[in-house]
C-alpha cells in the first residue's frame, strides 16, 4: 500500500518556524537513534531556520507591535 504525503503549506513566519522546528525534532531523534552526523547536521539547519525566522518576527515587532507575543520565544 503505498504512503499518502502530507502537504504542508506555509504562509506566514509563524507557519515556517512551526515547520523546521519540527523537523529540527525529527531529526534529532533519528540521529540519536543512528548517531548519523549528515542528520544531525541537517537537524541543526532547520532550527537554525526557525530562529531566523524568529529574529524576523522580533524586528517586525519591533517596527509594528505586531504580534504581541511569539510563542516560539516563550518559556
Given at each position: 500500500?503505498?504512503?499518502?504525503?502530507?502537504?504542508?503549506?506555509?504562509?506566514?513566519?509563524?507557519?515556517?518556524?512551526?515547520?523546521?522546528?519540527?523537523?529540527?525534532?525529527?531529526?534529532?531523534?533519528?540521529?540519536?537513534?543512528?548517531?548519523?552526523?549528515?542528520?544531525?547536521?541537517?537537524?541543526?539547519?532547520?532550527?537554525?531556520?526557525?530562529?531566523s525566522g524568529?529574529?524576523?518576527?522580533?524586528?517586525?515587532?519591533?517596527?509594528?507591535?505586531?504580534?504581541?507575543?511569539?510563542?516560539?520565544l516563550e518559556?
Open positions: 500500500m503505498a504512503k499518502t504525503a502530507t502537504v504542508v503549506k506555509t504562509t506566514t513566519v509563524t507557519d515556517v518556524i512551526k515547520v523546521t522546528t519540527e523537523i529540527g525534532d525529527k531529526l534529532t531523534s533519528q540521529f540519536e537513534k543512528t548517531g548519523d552526523l549528515k542528520v544531525v547536521s541537517a537537524g541543526l539547519d532547520a532550527y537554525k531556520t526557525a530562529i524568529s529574529k524576523a518576527q522580533l524586528i517586525y515587532k519591533k517596527l509594528t507591535g505586531k504580534p504581541t507575543s511569539i510563542p516560539f518559556d
